[in-house]
């Protein structure tokens, strides 16, 4: 880009094209700037202490998009209504309509695209609880079912207030105490998604404890989805037998999931993997404090997040991508004002199925091709089209060790890519040559 003004690129690692909120310091931002995009169409923005935030829209997959923040646009910035509402405790954003309570916890959710109530009646989600943890062996590795005999919740200590309310996202902040721990809470409504984060910076200092954040959702299903490397898993959400009641504690990655025939509710995380599903209670384990064998095992500060999302279907319509969006958010950089070379939008590969992830690009081992990895998320198969940003030599599938296992792959007419089939969960692996 050239002219005045700062060029910002948003950076897209995954396979699909995707828009997402970006926030990264400008420098000479705090008088007031206006974002434009690739086509010079000025985007919804906010700035606050020379940090510009706003949804960059259609950013390519496995690419880049450049928007050029320009400066004198605080009158403009202030002719643009933001799209939430403020009622007392009631929130309401493009997708949702939210009731909080004091403590940061939802009494109501309302999705307001499909006209449903995501919680129960009388019941709260996010909902900090504490328990006391006295495994009778191994505690540091051990979790047993009575913990849930004795449960605390939090204390409020500063009660919620509204940070920010931009055209872009809404920010709302609570602090809850317990013990002699501290939790503030940041919750960051957006106005592109349904997506609700609740991010978190902990001074956690207590002992053989185990905090937990239950969200009850108003969903009917005999089966819990949890979120597993290149796959997913299912539990049962009832303890009917004594086999269900021995795995009361689940292990799962970047999401959970409880879903009817139309409609679900997701709990995501960014760096938490223990979970619980009764009923229709989703709940994470977050902290944990044995004394054996480190009697000051993990006290101090934890930074977490994790988020609601209700979503219409069941979580192959969007737990996966919102899952991978929220562990691999879109990377916004400063650069200096140049022409280049690639035009303010390219793609460097993109994948053609919903259900197909490209989740790895790597120099080969043993020389200058591409290493390409794709994965099946959904449990389906079918044809799949890998496009890339040049026409390669050569494509030859490969394992994991990089070493050829079949014919050359068919590459398209085009040029600029190639074909496959895949089946249910599969990895496959492709050495490109260019």
């Known amino acids: 880009t050239q002219g005045e003004g700062t060029p910002m690129v948003v950076f897209n690692t995954l396979s699909w094209e995707r828009s997402g909120w970006v926030s990264l310091e400008v420098p000479g931002a705090e008088a007031g700037c206006i974002v434009l995009d690739a086509d010079g169409d000025a985007v919804p923005s906010s700035v606050s202490g020379g940090v510009v935030s706003f949804v960059a829209q259609g950013v390519p997959s496995m690419g880049y998009a450049v928007f050029q923040v320009v400066p004198g646009g605080s009158e403009a910035a202030e002719e643009v209504e933001t799209p939430f509402t403020v009622e007392g405790r009631v929130v309401t954003t493009p997708s949702l309509r939210l009731e909080f309570e004091p403590d940061g916890s ?74 002699k721990s501290t939790f503030r809470q940041t919750i960051r409504l957006y106005a592109h998604t349904a997506r609700v984060d609740f991010i978190h910076d902990v001074e956690w200092r207590e002992q053989r404890t185990l905090a937990k954040v239950a969200f009850p959702v108003d969903i009917r299903s005999s089966r819990a989805t949890f979120d597993i490397s290149y796959g997913a898993i299912e539990r049962p959400t009832h303890q009917n037998t004594s086999w269900d009641q021995a795995r009361f504690e689940v ?38 404090s044995p004394m054996s064998p480190d009697p000051v095992a993990d006290q101090g500060a934890h930074k977490f997040t994790y988020s609601l999302y209700p979503h219409a279907g069941d979580w192959k319509t969007g737990s996966v991508r919102e899952g991978r969006d929220l562990n691999t958010p879109l990377l916004p950089v400063v650069t200096a004002p140049h022409t280049g070379e690639w035009g303010a939008r390219r793609s460097f590969a993109a994948v053609d199925r919903a259900n197909a992830l490209l989740d790895c690009v790597k120099k080969a081992e043993d020389g200058d091709d591409v290493i390409l990895r794709v994965v099946e998320t959904h449990g389906a198969r079918g044809p799949v089209t890998v496009t890339l940003d040049r026409a390669p030599k050569q494509v030859t599938e490969c394992d994991l060790l990089e070493e050829p296992t079949g014919d050359t792959v068919k ?15 599969e990895v496959k692996t492709f050495r490109v040559t260019f």
């Not at 590459?411 to 969960?425: C, H, K, N, V, Y």
Request: with cysteine.
């Open 106 to 179: 939802l009494s109501r959710v309302t999705d307001l695209s499909m006209e449903r109530e995501v919680l129960p009646a009388v019941s709260r989600a996010n909902v900090l609880q504490f328990f006391e943890d006295k495994p009778a062996n191994w505690e540091a590795w051990d979790v047993e079912p009575h913990y849930q005999d004795k449960v605390w919740e939090a204390e409020v200590a500063e009660p919620l207030t509204v940070l920010e309310n931009t055209p872009d996202h809404m920010t709302l902040a609570v602090t809850l105490s317990y013990g």
């Open 251 to 288: 292990c799962g990655h970047q999401w959970a999931d409880l879903s009817e025939a139309d409609y679900g509710v997701s709990v995501l995380n960014d760096c938490k993997y223990g979970w619980d599903v009764l009923g229709n209670v989703i709940r994470l384990s977050l902290l944990r």
């Open 411 to 425: 590459r398209l007419a085009s040029g600029e890519g190639f074909a496959f089939a895949i089946t249910p969960f």
